[in-house]
């Protein structure tokens, strides 16, 4: 093992391996979760490489993790991790607390031209050329004891990364890149699935453009009920009720039971449980005045100039072999075509806002220049 490792089992344990990380800059971190049958994460390992030591927190036993807490907010210490969304609500479930300033080496990869939502395997590999074992990926980490394998394998995790990290950011520094990283790891906390507002959930369904604003204020009725109760019974939204059945209920306008099953395709176990509630909740909906209810959502009808969009992902084309990184870091098919969308009168473009930052020197500037 490339540094020692302490297992943490106790609150004293867990302060003293806090303490000493908080007099570092920077510290690598990961997690270890199931999440199969759960809406929110069940954390069984929390891995911290301060450089020196390794240190293996025991959440199952480590009732006071606020010392944690603190560490993982910690203004003037540097969070690195590797493809973070994940441990993300780990933390915010745990100890409702979100990692800040943080580093994702999955981003530095892109940035570094290394390669796009590159594994950790591979990041690994290519930076230090250490192959890494893979029989632990789909471990029981909710299981105890914990065996010697899962800890080796759960420490090398942060050990390496650490290494990673240090190369990218000389790297990053040489190549004036260190915004891009910055910029892009600052909205890793938006949009966090678990903290998403119930009333909002709705706007993630498919094919809102087909409702009327009375289906409209059903369907969000329904979504976020279905939200609160997943988070409620700690279950996937799913099993309570598929996301198309609440369309069905919405667009059909179910109002009798019987109809639950076959017309909004429930399980007969579903509209055993949650029936009543949700015939009751549609019917609520329904009766709310029209200018309550949320606003028509518009089909994205404008028709996009295939030669335009082709000339422009032409430009991103150039640039990304140009600066030698992957061309989905510069930007995606959908932001062109919102670009091309923004024609004003004048035949003015505007740059959707994530063509903003980094991007509109790099790439953005580029593209207003090929409409002009």
């Not at 969070?79 to 080496?105: G, N, Q, R, W």
Request: charged residues 30%; glycine residues 4%; proline residues 4%.
């Amino acid at each position: 093992m490339p540094a020692p490792i302490r297992y943490i089992e106790s609150e004293q344990d867990l302060q003293d391996a806090m303490d000493a990380c908080m007099g570092k800059s920077v510290v690598s971190i990961d997690t270890e979760f199931a999440r199969f049958n759960t809406y929110y994460p069940m954390v069984g390992l929390i891995q911290i490489y301060d450089g020196e030591v390794c240190y293996l927190i025991d959440p199952l036993v480590v009732d006071d993790l606020s010392s944690l807490a603190n560490l993982i907010v910690a203004t003037d210490l540097v969070k690195v991790f590797h493809a973070c969304s994940e441990d993300m609500e780990v933390f915010k479930y745990c100890l409702d607390a979100i990692p800040s300033p943080v580093i994702d080496t999955q981003i530095a990869a892109a940035a570094l031209g290394v390669g796009f939502s590159i594994s950790y395997q591979n990041m690994v590999e290519h930076y230090l050329s250490v192959t890494l074992p893979k029989e632990e990926t789909r471990s029981d980490w909710l299981q105890r004891p914990l065996t010697k394998s899962q800890l080796d394998y759960a420490a090398l995790d942060v050990i390496y990364l650490l290494q990673v990290y240090e190369i990218q950011r000389d790297r990053l520094q040489k190549m004036q890149r260190e915004d891009w990283v910055r910029e892009e790891c600052e909205d890793l906390s938006v949009d966090l699935a678990i903290m998403i507002e119930p009333d909002s959930c709705y706007h993630k369904v498919k094919g809102l453009w087909k409702l009327d604003r009375k289906q409209l204020s059903v369907l969000k009725s329904l979504c976020a009920w279905r939200e609160v109760r997943a988070r409620e019974l700690n279950v996937p939204r799913n099993r309570i009720v598929e996301q198309k059945s609440l369309m069905n209920i919405a667009i059909a306008n179910i109002s009798r039971k019987q109809d639950l099953q076959y017309d909004a395709k429930m399980s007969p176990r579903q509209v055993r449980k949650y029936g009543d509630d949700l015939l009751f909740l549609a019917a609520e909906a329904r009766i709310l005045p029209e200018e309550q209810c949320p606003q028509l959502v518009e089909k994205e009808s404008t028709r996009i100039d295939s030669k335009q969009l082709g000339q422009l992902r032409q430009v991103v084309q150039d640039k990304a072999e140009v600066l030698s990184v992957a061309p989905e870091l510069l930007t995606k098919r959908r932001h062109l075509e919102q670009l091309l969308r923004s024609e004003d009168k004048n035949g003015n473009f505007s740059l959707p806002v994530e063509l903003s930052g980094w991007r509109k020197e790099v790439i953005g500037n580029d593209l207003i220049e090929a409409l002009g």
